[in-house]
């Protein structure tokens, strides 16, 4: 399994910043993809931002310009950089990971981390 740890959420102003960070652990493989997702209670989960190992890169439109995913592979960590924040970027963040477990079996699977409230309040 691949146990994800998130940390960088707070509280933050309209036209601020923040760095999220997700920590990747556990047996596996390779990780093939990590992403970026936000909630809004009542809302559906939405994809923010996405990088594969091959360093395709997609981002939400609402997001373009304004927040950056990135790697660090020798310390399985990815970031997602916010700049810019407004009051609608106000969400649960939680980060995704699509890992292969095995050397002899060719499927993937998903995980995800507990999540961190991002907060934009003036």
């Known amino acids: 399994q691949v146990q994800l740890v998130e940390y960088g959420g707070g509280l933050v102003q309209p036209g601020g910043s923040l760095r999220l960070s997700c920590e990747a652990s556990?047996?596996?493989?390779?990780?093939?993809?990590m992403a970026w997702y936000r909630q809004v209670s009542g809302k559906e989960r939405e994809l923010v931002a996405s990088i594969t190992g091959r360093g395709n890169l997609n981002y939400a439109d609402s997001v373009k310009g304004r927040f950056t995913i990135s790697t660090d592979n020798s310390k399985n960590t990815v970031y997602l950089q916010m700049n810019s924040l407004n009051l609608q970027d106000t969400a649960v963040y939680y980060c995704?990971?699509?890992?292969?477990?095995?050397?002899?079996?060719?499927?993937?699977?998903?995980?995800w981390g507990q999540g961190t409230q991002v907060t934009v309040f003036s």
């Open positions: 556990g047996r596996f493989v390779s990780i093939n993809a």
């Open positions: 995704n990971a699509k890992a292969r477990l095995s050397t002899f079996w060719n499927t993937e699977n998903s995980y």
